[in-house]
């Protein structure tokens, strides 16, 4: 039995508010769908989350884009924590405050100590990618531990 998996699905249609990821806390996302590998989270863009230009920061986009797949990994029922090798993102059109953008993860490949993550980052209003990414992570001695 996933439950950290099942608490996420718990939050459907709500901020996260119970997350092993204090960065998860910050980021608040709403939670729009868990899958076995895949979720979809929504995020509001406020002024924090901006850089000088005043769109959204690719840091943050980057944050959003190592958070999600974090909690991907533990919605596929792995039993170990996994840690990020490499991140490769493109980005290609801006947010701004008070947009809402939508992050969609899926896991590619999943070996036994090597597991490869999609991430898109959208603009639903404006039907727009944001961002495109992938990532490989790799399997960690660590145990998850439940939340709450």
């Given at each position: 039995m996933n439950h950290l998996k099942e608490q996420l699905a718990k939050q459907l249609g709500q901020t996260v508010t119970?997350?092993?990821?204090?960065?998860m806390l910050w980021l608040?996302?709403?939670?729009?769908?868990?899958?076995?590998?895949?979720?979809?989270f929504e995020f509001t863009v406020n002024p924090v989350m901006t850089?000088?230009?005043?769109?959204?920061?690719?840091?943050?986009?980057?944050?959003?884009?190592?958070?999600?797949?974090?909690?991907t990994i533990i919605t596929s029922g792995r039993q170990h924590l996994y840690t990020t090798v490499n991140n490769a993102i493109d980005y290609f059109a801006?947010?701004?405050?008070?947009?809402v953008v939508t992050g969609r993860t899926t896991i590619?490949?999943?070996?036994r100590e090597i597991i490869n993550v999609q991430f898109e980052?959208?603009?639903?209003?404006k039907k727009?990618?944001?961002?495109r990414g992938y990532s490989?992570?790799?399997?960690t001695e660590l145990i998850l531990k439940a939340v709450g």
């Open positions: 119970e997350s092993p990821s204090p960065l608040a996302p709403v939670v729009r769908a868990v899958a076995d590998g895949a979720l979809t850089n000088p230009a005043g769109t959204l920061h690719g840091g943050i986009t980057a944050a959003i884009m190592d958070d999600m797949i974090g909690a801006p947010a701004k405050p008070g947009d590619i490949k999943a070996g980052l959208w603009n639903l209003a727009r990618l944001l961002a490989n992570c790799l399997k």
